[in-house]
């Protein structure tokens, strides 16, 4: 096992002071291996432009989409038309000049920024690690690797599920029979870079959780007591973006549902572990 992530029991000695400038330098190095893993990772993005935009951009509003199309069987499986959602192409259309440059250059650095996420946590875990004492290290080092995963977890349900139902409802949707949909490509972009990357970030719920239990700004029982509330917020996100059928809603609800209950656990566990410390002292 390399060097960097191993830890002794030798490392149960306090963090061994340095010099503030110290500190930005190491953080300074930090950063910029973590900006550089990020540029590598866009300009590999950036050269294999068919493949990002044609298999990965466009494929969640197309009818062949794997979502689109188990949904579509599933409708025809229960009787339900309202299933097969995105079952005509959506045209997109440009109307800056330099629209698709802009847009090939942002998506080549959020997919950069997606790609180099494990290394930035482990970047982050490098700069942190001589601060903390043998059990912190242990605890530390398994949130940073939860991080990255439930980080990656929360990017796919985004583009697989959130994403196609959104596109779905807000491409479908019409106040008036006499105003047509001509969707600009920006406009598109737009929505599935945030719905997913936003997913990717509501993931991370549980590991804020964390913090906040260790600093006891927040506490299980304001999780229970808001659990209603909670719910209530999840239903009607998920009767808004998707197709008014039970089940759409339901598949976009439970996993939501399941990181919130999640979040609770982490809350008890952080509160049990700090009254074990207490009788102990």
Known sequence: MPEEFQVTKRDTNPEKRMPFWEHVEELRQRLLRSLFAILVFAVVAFLFKSFIFDFVIFRPKDPD????RLLCQLGHSLHSARLCINSHPIELINIDLAGQFKAHLLVSFMIGLALAFPYLIWQLWL???????????????TIMWAASFLFTLGLMFGYYIISPLAINFLSTYQISQDLANRINFQSYLSVLLTLTFSSGLVFEVPILVYFLSKAELLTSRMMVSGRKVAIVVILLIAAILTPPDVFSQILLAIPLLLLYELSISIARRVERKREKEIQVE
């Open 127 to 141: 700069f942190v690690r001589p601060a903390l004492r043998y059990s912190e290290k242990i605890s530390i080092r």
């Open 65 to 68: 989409f794997i979502t689109n």
